[in-house]
């Protein structure tokens, strides 16, 4: 079972809030995605709390809540949306996301670095949103995040793994989960992170935005599992030669 | 200034006849480009493109999903002031109208900000007039800190101001500054604006370096559609974003359509009006080939309009909008700079938005970012 923080989670898949055209359907493909963490903007909640229609939503699951700091572009921001988000909603999880890019919404690896090291001293379990940059990677962990979240592709870019090659890299160094963020836009790329050997993915853009998010919610439920599955299980290396299923060797067993 | 100077190396009739020579082969290597850039605009935006709306339309809305989800976001105008120390032929608020001349004091800034608060409003857009020393930065230091607390998002449009005092606006709590070059051809621009600040064209094509140089966190831009051929000005309008957008990488940017619309002691017929059509196509160009950008429509459009037109590729939305100082709370329409179309109340805007698959958004940022 995923374990970010001492905590376990039932699903690798965790999944966001924004983009969904009604809080019905939101339910609805959280439900469907069997997800067990989802994030949220705290930049979107209402502040009169109470009545935020996709905190109501997120209070009937069995989810625990991953407030990001979306909007942030410096360090000092993200640590003041973090901690607000402790205060109004009394956990100690983040996602850490500083992106003063506007156009491509990538992550500053400077603020992000800075802002990590005084959330994780301040007692949360910090999950950075990153570059698929292995040394970053390890310097997130250092400074003692819980996780760390490296980009497929740029955030709703629906491209899957650009990163490919970075991320297998992380994945293979990393003493902390590996959540693979941002980019991936079909239940197959979600599969592929995993069978890499991803601790979790997180998706947001591709169910939101797909003509049935709960269809879409439930395909990737399943990759997310079949991956995990086929990762655990050993998945085969590709090679350039074809190989016999019932190979003509057997006949050497036979031999005395 | 950067992208102003670059700016002015575009010479309006060469844009012109680029962009008029667009043929359907270009619309369609436009619609195919996988990162469309300003001459893929020009294209879009060309006659040639109008019989590509369709494809066009298809696109836009697609990328507008993709980027900013099933989502708008909810603004609302309060207007401060009517005074203005410009004559400019075309608006309802020009100095020598004999209107009555309205400054809001801060007791009706507060029964304003009560009547939008019930509402249901929590991004304001506030609207000063253009009058340096009557509506300038006194009155801004001495009103914005009333204003700020009561919502997440402040934006405003303001007459041009110097670098530094965008920078004590951002202080005082102002995410994002509106402001209309009205139209990018120089010679016009000296006809419509004809005393006052405002006639310094140069001044106010710099004035969104100014606000970049400030740290302003997001910068509105836009021409007034109709005082000079709409396309060209809208390609000038593009060119500038682009311009921008490189020099000053961590600022948003939203983009205006607004059409000249009947006011006050109005003689104004427009040089180059545009249709409805025009407008989306314009609209779905731009959403095309900025698909980050924030793209908004006010209450000067109809209902029908913006109910067939927002779900397409608006991202911020007005509603219930007064156009005079002191609208909200108490209504009188003798004071307003334009009359608006669409006078559905918010909840009623927002009950269609729903209806259409489209969440509206109340609160998305916090007072703290940007400062």
Known sequence: ???????????????????????????????????????????????????????????????????????????????????????????????????????????????????????????????????ADPVLCKRLEEVGCAAIMPLGAPIGTNQGLQTRDFLQIIIEQSNVPVIVDAGIGRPSQACEAMEMGADAVLVNTAIATSNDPVATASAFAK?????????????????????ATSPFTQFLETLS | ??????????????????????????????????????????????????????????????????????????????????????????????????????????????????????????????????????????YFNEVLPLIRPHFSHLAMEVQPLSTDDYRKLVKLGVDSVLVYQETYHRAHYGQYHLRGQKQDFDWRLETPDRLGEAGMNKIGLGALLGLSDWRTDSALTAMHLYLLQKAYWKTRFSIAFPRIKPCAGDQFSPVSDITDKQLVQLICAYRICFPEVELSLSTRESATFRNSVVPLAINQLSAASQTQPGGYSEKSDALEQFSTEDTRSANDVAASLLAQGIEPVWTDWLQQFGR
Request: aromatic residues 6%.
């Open chain 1, 1 to 131: 079972m995923l374990s970010i923080a001492e905590q376990s989670f039932s699903s690798r898949l965790l999944t966001g809030t924004g983009k969904f055209g009604h809080p019905d359907i939101l339910k609805a493909a959280l439900v469907a995605s069997r997800t067990s963490m989802v994030t949220l903007a705290l930049k979107r909640l209402n502040r009169q709390h109470q009545q935020d229609s996709t905190l109501q939503v997120l209070r009937t699951l069995p989810v625990t809540l991953l407030p990001n700091t979306s909007g942030a572009a410096t360090a000092d921001e993200a640590v003041y949306a973090a901690k607000l988000a402790r205060e109004l909603l009394g956990t100690p999880w983040v996602k850490l996301e500083i992106h003063p890019d506007q156009r491509f919404l990538l992550p500053d690896p400077v603020e992000t670095l800075r802002a990590a090291e005084q959330l994780c001293e301040a007692g949360f379990h910090v999950l950075p949103y990153c570059h």
């Open chain 1, 223 to 243: 990759a997310v599992e079949a991956g995990r599955e086929s990762f655990l299980a050993g998945a085969p290396l590709a090679q350039r030669n074809a190989s």
């Open chain 2, 1 to 138: 200034m950067k992208s102003a100077d670059a700016l002015r190396q575009y010479d309006w009739d060469d844009v012109s006849l680029t962009l008029y020579a667009k043929t359907q082969r270009d619309v369609q290597s436009a619609l195919r480009h996988p990162a469309p850039g300003w001459q893929e605009f020009l294209a879009l935006i060309s006659p040639a493109a109008e019989a590509s709306l369709p494809s066009m339309a298809e696109k836009a809305n697609a990328l507008t999903r993709q980027r900013f989800g099933h989502t708008v976001s909810m603004f609302v105008p309060l207007y401060l002031s009517n005074l203005c120390a410009n004559e400019c032929t075309y608006c309802g608020f020009t100095m020598s109208n004999k209107i009555r001349r309205v400054k809001l004091s801060p007791q009706q800034i507060k029964d304003e900000i009560r009547a939008i608060k019930t509402m249901g409003f929590d991004s304001l857009l506030l609207v000063t007039g253009e009058h340096e020393t009557k509506a300038g930065m006194a």
